[in-house]
């Protein structure tokens, strides 16, 4: 565990959870800054950047709708996506087995293996930070994170339905 953590007991629960609210939006920030970085050295917008990481853990191709829904973007603007990103040849549209009026999408494998590359260096230096804590610890720094994206899907989604005011 890290050094500058405090020890059960050390800090009020609501101390506790101050800190954690400000390390979260700080986290937030400084990983945008982090994907505006690795976006620009390998020579991508932040949003397709986002788009090729969420295509890396998708499990196989997907349409251009599940795009839109990972992303967040409307229809038109994944399809934009799609097109730019077909054009600098970092994804590839395959026809969907299933459907043939459909096409898929998948990362075209030199640019998984460019944007691999690139990820080297960062990957190594966040896995050494989770190096230093336990099983039991990794598991509850997992199972915030998930629960953090559910919720801040969620909210993501009701944002969007409520629209501006």
Same mark, same amino acid.
């Given at each position: @565990?890290?050094?500058?953590?405090?020890?059960?007991? %050390? &800090?009020?629960?609501?101390? $506790? $959870?101050?800190?954690?609210?400000?390390?979260?939006?700080?986290?937030?920030?400084?990983?945008?800054?982090?994907?505006?970085?690795?976006?620009?050295?390998?020579?991508?917008?932040?949003?397709? @950047?986002?788009?090729?990481?969420?295509? !890396? @853990?998708? =499990?196989? =191709? #997907?349409?251009?709708? !599940?795009? /839109?829904? $990972?992303? *967040?973007?409307?229809?038109?603007?994944?399809?934009?996506? #799609?097109? +730019?990103?077909?054009?600098?040849? #970092?994804? %590839? +549209?395959?026809?969907?087995?299933?459907? +043939?009026?459909?096409?898929?999408? #998948?990362? /075209? =494998?030199?640019?998984?293996?460019?944007?691999?590359?690139? &990820?080297?260096?960062?990957?190594?230096?966040?896995?050494?930070?989770?190096? *230093?804590?336990?099983?039991?610890?990794?598991?509850?720094?997992?199972?915030?994170?998930?629960?953090? /994206?559910?919720?801040?899907?969620?909210?993501?989604?009701? $944002?969007? /339905?409520?629209?501006?005011?």
């Amino acid at each position: @565990m890290s050094t500058d953590s405090p020890r059960p007991g %050390e &800090w009020s629960r609501a101390e $506790l $959870l101050a800190r954690i609210v400000t390390e979260s939006q700080r986290h937030y920030a400084d990983y945008s800054l982090f994907t505006q970085a690795m976006a620009d050295h390998v020579g991508l917008h932040p949003t397709d @950047m986002q788009c090729v990481s969420l295509l !890396d @853990m998708e =499990p196989g =191709p #997907v349409s251009t709708g !599940d795009i /839109a829904r $990972l992303t *967040g973007l409307t229809s038109g603007s994944a399809t934009r996506l #799609v097109d +730019r990103l077909v054009k600098a040849g #970092v994804v %590839e +549209r395959r026809a969907d087995p299933d459907d +043939r009026r459909r096409s898929l999408v #998948v990362l /075209a =494998p030199a640019a998984r293996e460019r944007i691999g590359a690139a &990820w080297d260096v960062p990957g190594r230096a966040f896995g050494a930070v989770l190096d *230093g804590y336990s099983d039991a610890e990794l598991a509850v720094i997992g199972d915030y994170l998930h629960r953090a /994206a559910e919720v801040g899907r969620a909210q993501a989604r009701r $944002l969007h /339905a409520e629209g501006r005011p």
